[in-house]
C-alpha cells in the first residue's frame, strides 16, 4: 500500500497536479510552515477560489508558480533519498 507521501509523488510524477497539490498541501511534516501556507492556499485557488485571493490582494499565479516549485523540490529530494536506498 503506498504513503501519502507516495501518492502525491506518483500523482506528480504523472502529471495530475491537482490531486498531488491537494496531498501535499496537508503534509505536516518535512515542509517549511510558510511552503505549507503557500500549498494550502495554492490548492484553494484549484478548488475555485481564487477571484476570491485575487480581490484580497493575491497574486495566484505567482502562488500556483511557487507551490509547483515547492512540490518539484520535494519531489527532486524524495527520489534522490529513494534512489540512494535501493
Request: overall charge positive; some cysteine.
Amino acid at each position: 500500500m503506498d504513503t501519502k507521501t507516495e501518492k502525491a509523488v506518483n500523482f506528480w510524477i504523472e502529471g495530475r497536479k491537482k490531486e498531488s497539490l491537494k496531498l501535499f498541501s496537508k503534509f505536516k511534516i518535512g515542509i517549511s510552515k510558510f511552503d505549507k501556507q503557500t500549498l494550502e492556499v495554492a490548492n484553494e485557488i484549484n478548488t475555485g477560489k481564487d477571484l476570491f485571493y485575487t480581490q484580497i490582494g493575491y497574486d495566484v499565479d505567482k502562488i500556483m508558480r511557487d507551490a509547483y516549485f515547492i512540490i518539484e523540490e520535494y519531489v527532486a529530494k524524495y527520489k534522490s533519498v529513494k534512489l540512494n536506498k535501493c
